[in-house]
DNA sequence: AATTGTATGACTGATATTGATTGTTTTTGA
DNA sequence: TCAAAAACAATCAATATCAGTCATACAATT
């Protein structure tokens, strides 16, 4: 078994289970104590989970607050993440229906809604989003009900999908996990792939957010191939092959520290 | 068993049963004396119950964050909200579904949910408090879906309203803007009317969430008249007279300063 | 073929956890 | 108030778990 793939079902029994011991996770993976601890290290790391003596527990409790302080330690992805939202912002026009898509690229394009004055009509299924658009007094806001994913703060299950269906969206606004040519967008979250799918669906012009960092990933659930999809605006990519092939598929890459045409300048208080 | 499960445990019971023996826990723990109260001097340190002779109780008084910058404005209000959000925590039990009202005395209940481990089901109209309840992972939360008024953050409107009829709720928590004997509950906006008025009429447990000053006000639109709520938990009240006029009404006058039966102490100084 | 890098498991001294035991403190009830 | 009972803190030895080191295995690269 690989590295990753054996870290991955170390996350998935963790969720499945709240916990594990260390001697636990050996029987299951079949592999030492050494290497089971070693795993237990990286996923720490990366703040996947949170080691204890005897084992590791999971911490589902991740306020977006310290996510949003976190990055902002990280200085560099925030920073991409801003300007990617700028030039998301740049798409939006008077009176548009959007759908705002629960993340933290997205979160900044709803900061971006809140400062400005733009008359529009949000849909989100972002709880926590609706506090920052709330600060632009033409933007109409509109919440999905439904369950709300304690770790991502976005509404998922059948009663949000059910509601999407009646609205009529312009311009949807998608942020996701990981993008590959040929597994297209995938999500770690099944009903979150659910839920972006069927929004997807719905808008006429269809837009992703990802930094550079979601490229060539492949994450659990499938949520639509890469062709569903109008536009993908990202941070700057290295390789001109990448931007190449998704042209083949019918979809524009947007790098947002370059400018493109049929967009305009939006400079935080203008 | 892991020695951070079973504290995790210890709290859970504790939540459950609001106290709990060094010798109840042991049997349930299968562990020995000194090792639960190794666990309880932990857990103490951690800020998370407070150690008595006998055993543990669980003590709230959760550690005040930052956030109290956020509401400076409110000043003076702002300590008898919380004063009042804690003797609303304290009528939740473990498997309750509530509902939480959106108002700036009703978020400040919404950061004890998040920061204790109480199981519950949250159902809420006001996007903005689930990012403090998702702090507590135990908590599952639901909200309306349909239009947010951009003044308060709430949702209203028909599609909130059809959505909450859904759903049978164990207790509600209701803020308003005004109480008086003669007129009832009243609030200035006509759409949040409707919604307290659905909300309180689909609640097994109404409890209205009010500082002093809400007494003997009337605002514009009518929501229901005094007798159809249970209690009504407010700040001390200086004119007994008026307590024992809603006495005859029916209604419960709780005052956040004094002790009342039936409550449990969980803020050990207070 | 040699080298580099990564992953792995075994080993070892260090650290943490546990239950028993002891003597001390607190509670209880006459 | 006093004495018995209960609960407690401190200590110790046994056990479990941990972090660090080393040698081996294997793949990719030189």
């Keep these: 078994m690989m590295p990753e793939e054996r870290r991955q079902k170390i996350i998935e029994i963790l969720y499945a289970n709240k916990s594990a011991t260390v001697k ?48 902002e330690k990280e200085g560099v992805y925030l920073y991409e993440k801003k300007q990617i939202a700028k030039v998301a912002f740049s798409y939006l026009r008077e009176n548009d229906s959007i759908f705002l898509d629960g993340g933290t690229t997205t979160i900044e394009l709803a900061k971006l809604i809140g400062r400005s004055r733009i008359k529009i009509n949000v849909f989100t299924n972002a709880p926590h989003f609706t506090q920052f658009i709330a600060g632009n007094p033409k933007a109409e806001q509109f919440i999905l009900g439904g ?53 997807l669906e719905k808008g006429r012009e269809r837009y992703i957010l990802a930094d550079a960092s ?3 990933k492949v994450a659990l659930c499938e949520i639509l191939p890469i062709s569903a999809v109008d536009t993908i605006i990202t941070s700057s990519l290295e390789e001109d092959e990448i931007k190449e092939k998704f042209k083949l598929e019918g ?11 049929g967009m305009y300048d939006y400079d935080g208080d203008a």
């Design 251 to 261: 979809v524009l890459l947007v790098e947002a520290t370059k400018k493109e045409a």
């Design 214 to 216: 979601k490229f060539n």
């Design 147 to 199: 369950r709300i994913r304690n770790n991502t703060l976005a509404v998922v299950g059948q009663l949000a999908i059910d509601t999407i269906r009646r609205f009529r969206l312009n311009k949807v606004f998608i942020g996701v996990n990981a993008i590959s040519l040929e597994y297209g967008l995938t999500t770690p979250d099944f009903e979150e792939a659910e839920m972006k799918r069927a929004i």
């Design 24 to 71: 636990n996770l050996c029987d299951q993976l079949m592999a030492s104590e050494a290497t089971i601890r070693r795993d237990l290290t990286v996923l720490e790391d990366e703040e996947k989970l949170e080691r204890v003596h005897g084992g590791a527990i999971i911490q589902s409790n991740v306020p977006i607050e310290k996510e949003d302080t976190y990055n």
